[in-house]
């Protein structure tokens, strides 16, 4: 007769069943780590193209705004010129190349009686670095400093003059290059001039 089984040999089994048990845990755990780790990477993917899209799209923003701000300074610097020239007193005054200027030229469209005077002008080249365009009123004394002004890229400049009394009884217009905070007298070359008739 056949002795029975040991009660050892039928917990052997035991473990073994447990010992699959856990590898399959073991298994499936890391297959849940690889695909959380996976996502985590995926998403933080997704959020930094977001960002960028969104850094992206600030940036467009802040450009049509500043747009926005060029197109309304040139309007209401186009509606204050036109209500300028069609003042019945209104005058104005040709400037033509004077010494560096070659082929500059403008105009500056005053009124004497509102002391309302702005300069525009085209072809000049950009002021050397650490220069500025200056314009002077010639009344019956000294040039009287009427303030500085930069050129566009396509070498057009448009200024409103400050109100100044010499405007009044202006003899002449004179344009010079200055150092860039100005000058209290015409130090630099000459570019534009123009008598008034």
């Known amino acids: 007769m056949a002795a029975p089984l040991p009660p050892a040999t039928a917990t052997a089994r035991h473990p073994r069943w447990l010992s699959a048990l856990a590898t399959g845990a073991a298994v499936a755990f ?105 314009l002077w009123v010639i009344a019956d004394g000294a040039p009287v400093p009427a303030g500085v002004f930069q050129v566009e890229p396509d070498g057009r400049a448009a200024f409103r003059l400050p109100a100044l009394e010499q405007t009044t009884r202006v003899q002449s217009f004179l344009v010079t290059v200055e150092p860039i905070s100005g000058s209290p007298a015409p130090t630099g070359p000459s570019i534009l001039s123009g008598p008034v008739s």
């Open 30 to 134: 890391g297959v849940g780590v690889l695909f959380t780790v996976h996502q985590r990477d995926t998403a933080r993917r997704e959020v930094e193209e977001l960002r960028r899209q969104q850094d992206l799209a600030a940036n467009r923003v802040r450009e049509i705004n500043q747009e926005r701000e060029t197109l309304q300074r040139r309007l209401a610097w186009e509606a204050s010129l036109r209500d300028l020239v069609s003042q019945i007193d209104a005058r104005t005054t040709v400037l033509l190349p004077h010494g560096t200027g070659g082929s500059a030229h403008g105009r500056v469209v005053w009124n004497p009686g509102t002391r309302e005077a702005v300069l525009v002008a085209s072809g000049l080249n950009p002021a050397p670095p650490g220069k500025t365009y200056e």
